[in-house]
C-alpha cells in the first residue's frame, strides 16, 4: 500500500491551495477516505471525510473554507482549501476513514500572516 499526498506549501492567510493524494493498493473506489493534519506539538486531526457513498463530512474548523472530493478512475482524492489560516499550518495525511495504520509521509502546509 503506498498514500502519495502532494500539493502543499508556503501560502499567505487568505491563499489557497489544492492537495492530492495518489493510493495504490487500495481503491478509493471501495473506501471511505480522509485528509487528516497534524500540526507541531498537536495530535493528528481528521479534517474530511468522503465515503463510499458520496457522503462528505468536516471538521467545524475546515467548514465552508475546505472540499474534499475524489476521482475514482484516477484513484485520487483531493482537497480544495480555500481562505487559509496561519493555524491551517500542518502537515496533512490522506488515509482511508477509518485510518489504517499506514500513514504516507504527508505534505506539509505553511500558511503565513
Known amino acids: 500500500v503506498q498514500l502519495q499526498a502532494s500539493g502543499g506549501g508556503l501560502v499567505l492567510a487568505g491563499g489557497s491551495l489544492r492537495l492530492s493524494c495518489v493510493a495504490s493498493g487500495i481503491f478509493f473506489s471501495s473506501n471511505s477516505a480522509g485528509w487528516y493534519r497534524q500540526a507541531p506539538g498537536k495530535q493528528r486531526e481528521l479534517v474530511a471525510q468522503?465515503?463510499?457513498?458520496?457522503?462528505?463530512r468536516y471538521a467545524d474548523s475546515v467548514k465552508a473554507r475546505f472540499a474534499i472530493s475524489r476521482d475514482v478512475a484516477k484513484n485520487t482524492v483531493y482537497l480544495q482549501m480555500n481562505g487559509l489560516k496561519p493555524e491551517d499550518t500542518a502537515v496533512y495525511y490522506c488515509?482511508?476513514?477509518?485510518?489504517?495504520?499506514?500513514w504516507g509521509k504527508g505534505t506539509l502546509v505553511t500558511v503565513s500572516s
Open positions: 468522503i465515503r463510499t457513498s458520496g457522503g462528505i
Open positions: 488515509n482511508k476513514w477509518p485510518p489504517m495504520d499506514y
